[in-house]
């Protein structure tokens, strides 16, 4: 999977923009996404239904992969099974 892909969810409306990836599925509450939304939406895992953020990133624990979310939904971002947090942002240097 290169930078740039959308990848929507098939149980959830989330979709996502990948900025990083590695090897591992990329799952929206606990589905594997596609590049195609389907004609009909799968069952949401109630251990990964948190929901996501538009316009937060999450990352993995490595590292390795990275995603923007451009459409919030019910399910929750997780790599081949491992959950991904939402990404902190950079402090800004302090003025003194």
Do not use: H, Q
Not at 30 to 48: H, I, Q, V, W
Not at 75 to 93: E, F, T
């Amino acid at each position: 999977m290169k930078p740039g892909t959308k990848l929507k969810s098939t149980v959830c409306d989330t979709e996502v923009m990948v900025i990083k990836a590695g090897e591992g599925t990329i799952e929206c509450g606990g589905a594997a996404m596609a590049e195609a939304k389907p004609a009909e939406l799968g069952a949401l895992s109630a251990d990964f239904s948190a929901g996501t953020l538009m316009g937060k990133r999450y990352v993995d624990a490595a590292g390795t992969f990275e995603l923007l979310c451009v459409k919030p939904g019910k399910g929750n971002l997780s790599v081949s099974g491992a959950a991904l947090s939402i990404k902190d942002a950079k402090p800004l240097p302090a003025s003194d």
